[in-house]
């Protein structure tokens, strides 16, 4: 692909992270000081820089635990910041919800918890409920990953199965107040499945979790299924009185940032059309809808004439058939690559606004119709490496994937194909 157009996808992107970040999310977000104190929690992959601009923001006395993913740290001089990993929890997330559950220990009504939450959070805060283990939580991540189940059913199960998930980590700040600033991964933007709830209970049940499994025929370790058919209570209510006085604030997300790419574009005299940020489904078919949209843009100038830039949110999700290396937009991008093979008026851009996608450091990729011709004259069919889930090696092999190490925050998915 060209320098120019690399150049042109890099500035959206850069322009939709922008759009969220933390510093600029937390203007008119903030709460009046309490009469007592003020405890931060917080967890997610843009957490630590979220408590960082927080630091700045507020005008007095904080305490507090932020957890984030190993190597997006940011420092914070009065709030502890604590790595561990992701996607997969580990004994470093599990110690670190302990410390974020033992700052909730022995609060008032007078104090506040201010709680910081991004996507990630799911993972990062580990506690398995009394009879299960790390090693459940472990393998539950495990099977869900793989499911290629929508975010929504995963954490619809992950909810039943913690004890800070599902609103159960303010219902231990009780009877603190506890406002929650939250920057959306989701589709739909509803704070109640961002990093699976943690201070935002929602309607989600056991049966509801269970149903969810046989709906999508997911292979859960059967310690995981014994519990939920026997765990003595649901996730808590939203309606419960514990949660009167707590407020719940959206202060990020894909909507806005991809209106900021599309602003950005239009000031460069391309007309841009956001086709959703809540998308949702298997990758490559997602990929796959959007290369045939394309082509009759570029065919016939419906629904769009050209040129233009189609953008798209939310969050795909991969069925995993083999153990490749790659992530969700990575995966899109080369299934979208090869449906658009030849055509020479069609590039494109998939990325992770967090700036990891999956296994590897790298955010996504870049395709144009040469991109598959450039996979096999590097020894790689690429083909055969979407069916082996190893979207990464063929986009390294032709030298076209996009690394810009940890953003700050994360809104998700971000899609931009450009349609000359």
Not at 234 to 244: C, E, G, K, L, T
Not at 393 to 412: D, H, I, K, M, R
Request: proline share 7%; net charge negative; aromatic share 4%.
């Amino acid at each position: 692909m060209d320098p120019n157009d690399i150049r042109f996808f890099t500035d959206l992107f850069d322009t939709a992270v922008a759009a969220a970040d933390p510093a600029l999310a937390l203007q008119g977000h903030l709460p009046p000081a309490p009469k007592g104190r003020t405890v931060v929690i917080g967890a997610g992959k843009g957490a630590a820089q979220l408590a960082q601009a927080f630091e700045c923001a507020w005008d007095g006395p904080i305490e507090g635990v932020i957890v984030t993913r190993y190597g997006y740290a940011a420092e914070c001089s009065r709030l502890k910041v604590i790595e561990a990993a992701h996607p997969v929890p580990d004994a470093a997330g599990e110690a670190a919800t302990e410390h974020v559950l033992a700052a909730l220990q022995g609060l008032t009504e007078d104090d506040l918890v201010i709680a910081l939450i991004t996507g990630g959070g799911s993972a990062l805060l580990a506690a398995p409920p009394e009879g299960l283990t790390l090693a459940d939580e472990q393998a539950l991540n495990q099977a869900l990953l793989a499911s290629g189940a929508p975010i929504g059913t995963m954490n619809a199960i992950r909810k039943q199965v913690s004890r800070v998930k599902g609103g159960r980590l303010a219902a231990a700040a009780y009877p603190a107040r506890v406002v929650s600033l939250i920057v959306s991964d989701v589709p739909g933007d509803d704070p109640a499945e961002v990093a699976s709830g943690p201070t935002v209970p929602g309607p989600a049940t056991r049966a509801t979790a269970l149903a969810a499994i046989r709906a999508w025929n997911i292979d859960l370790p059967l310690r995981i299924m014994t519990y939920l058919e026997q765990a003595p209570e649901d996730a808590p209510r939203p309606d419960d009185p514990i949660f009167a006085r707590n407020e719940v604030q959206v202060i990020a997300s894909a909507a806005r940032s991809l209106e900021a790419a599309a602003d950005h574009a239009a000031n460069l005299g391309i007309p841009a059309h956001i086709l959703s940020d809540a998308m949702e489904g298997e990758s490559r078919d997602i990929a796959r809808a959007h290369a045939a949209i394309a082509k009759e843009v570029a065919a016939r100038n419906r629904p769009f004439s050209t040129p233009c830039l189609l953008l798209s949110g939310g969050e795909t999700t991969v069925t995993l058939r083999h153990k490749g290396r790659g992530g969700r937009n990575t995966e899109f991008l080369l299934a979208f690559a090869l449906a658009i093979e030849g055509q020479d008026n069609i590039l494109a851009m998939a990325a992770d606004t967090d700036g990891i996608d999956g296994s590897e450091d790298n955010a996504g990729a870049f395709a144009d119709g040469n991109t598959c011709a450039a996979m096999r004259a590097a020894g790689v069919d690429p083909a055969e490496a979407l069916a082996r889930n190893d979207a990464w090696a063929a986009f390294e092999a032709c030298g076209q994937l996009f690394v810009p190490g940890p953003t700050g925050t994360n809104v998700n998915d971000f899609r931009a194909i450009l349609i000359r």
